[in-house]
């Protein structure tokens, strides 16, 4: 079982670290590095090596007069065209400029980082054909800063992440625009912000523009960077779960290790056993019978759900991280047989189920959170808080307003949760007749782990009100108080994450806007401040 795993945040990576393309497997965690933390990038030697072997292949090919899809043919429908030597470099600067179709905000900095960084690996595993020169280029590219200003829609998922990757590569060839520094500002022209970082732009030669667009990588990067938020979700939700059974007294037999060991998912025994330690020590959790033999399922049914969500996210993380270090080129070059051999290693279907399986759990995860923050805010439910978590009900509406902020975010993920991944448009006058829509699924699944660290921000918001609201019931200190001591009866592992709550938002004593302290709170869960 691959739980939630200890990855790089926003910033947090050593932005002296250097990571080779090419010479050993990429994890999240490198994504990450390279995508945020500023890791800086170069390629493996004994990868190059294979790099040249695979374009000596190419370069023989083509001296032979080999019928070769998209170095001596056209594309798609176009594959029975062949087309003479003298049109080689014509050709792949074409397909470049004719395939950058795509429409929509652009992708943030951080994706962008991570489609350079994916595409130069893809490339720098030897089986695309390109010249090390083109990996390099991508490369400095993320040295230097130059991201390509990517817009997020017209991507099918098949042929590749075409649409995305011709705008990422257009910036090589000098073309295009990029970003303005940390994403911000005007764009400026792709061969402007190569020539003030002192790159030469690209002059492409055969088959150097397919390779540079067919592959799945707008897909992998930006569902990668969503399952490493996902996994930073699943874990604050599960503090906020901690408070809120503190919050509610709720019942810690349910949470027993037995309990997991006889239905041994692995996920589930996870989440019980971060229960326990995180409760450990607690004054507020009961004994079954003492306040209620049973929870509601949104309380007692913790392990299940959240562990059912970590384990989805598991399977979906090794799927990301597998395509992560695939070569999803066409045609691929065999340097060991010198074959070129064309397939369909750029379909997005394995990405595009993992992007909807992200989606429905992480929107379910969203769901069972708000069910708590409802419990928290109804007295009928909260074992004797008032209404709305406020002192002063009627004067003061309280948290009533921040339940429906949940319900609304959990109403919209339930409607990106729908699949993309079942979903397909023939497209090159039906030469590809079924498409992926990994990167919709991708988006959606992103926009839903959004969604669900917002939720989840709610719930600890929430939760930290009504601990302070159970303080005073017991009189521990005035609702508001002092923080340590109206931490003092929770468990140890929950009272740090309530103390931190605490410094960036203050106990509700009268009405104010919470729009802000939610979304504090929300960075702070993406930002991994909220890990077991």
Partial sequence: MMGPRRVP?????????????????????????????????????????????SRRVIDEAVAAGWVIYGVTTGFGR?????????????????????HATGVGPPFPVDVVRGMLLLRANALALGYSGVRPLVIETLLEMLNRGIHPRVPEQGSLGASGDLAPLAHLALV???????????????????????????????????????????????????L?????????????????????????????????????????HPGQALVAGKVRELTRGSRYLTAAGELRVQDAYSLRCVPQVHGACADALAWAAAVVETEMNSATDNPLVFAETGEVLSGGNFHGQPVAFAGDLVALALTDLASISERRIARLVDPVF??????????????????????????????ESKVLASPASVDSIPSSAGQEDHVSMGTVAARKARAVVENAARVAAAELLTAAQAIDLRGGLEGLDEPGGDPLRLAAPLGEGVRPHYLALRRVSPFVASDRPLSADIETVARMVLRGEFRW
């Avoid at 990571?19 to 994890?27: D, F, H, N």
Wanted: net charge negative; proline share 4%.
């Fill in 9 to 53: 945040g926003a910033g947090e990576a050593d932005a002296a670290a250097l990571i080779e393309v090419g010479g050993r497997r990429l994890r999240l965690e490198d994504l990450a590095a390279v995508a945020r933390g500023g890791a800086r990038v170069a390629l493996d030697p004994v990868a190059r090596a294979r790099v040249e072997e």
């Fill in 224 to 264: 990668g960077l969503a399952v490493h938020d996902a996994f930073l979700v699943v874990e604050a939700a599960t503090v906020a779960a901690c408070l809120s059974l503190e919050a509610l007294r709720g019942v810690r037999d349910h949470f027993d290790e037995r309990v997991a060991l006889v239905r041994p």
């Fill in 382 to 411: 909260s074992a004797g808080l008032p209404a709305f978590l406020t002192l002063n009900g009627g004067l003061h509406s309280g948290f009533m307003l921040v339940q429906y902020t949940a319900a609304a975010l959990v109403s």
């Fill in 78 to 98: 176009f594959s029975d065209v062949t087309l003479g030597s003298g049109d080689t470099r014509s050709l792949q600067r074409n397909l470049l400029l004719s």
């Fill in 172 to 222: 090589a060839i000098g073309e295009g625009e990029a970003l303005g520094p940390g994403g911000d500002g005007d764009p400026v022209p792709g061969g402007q912000a190569l020539s003030r970082a002192g790159l030469e732009p690209l002059v492409l030669e055969a088959k150097e523009g397919v390779a540079l667009i067919n592959g799945t990588q707008a897909m992998t990067a930006l």
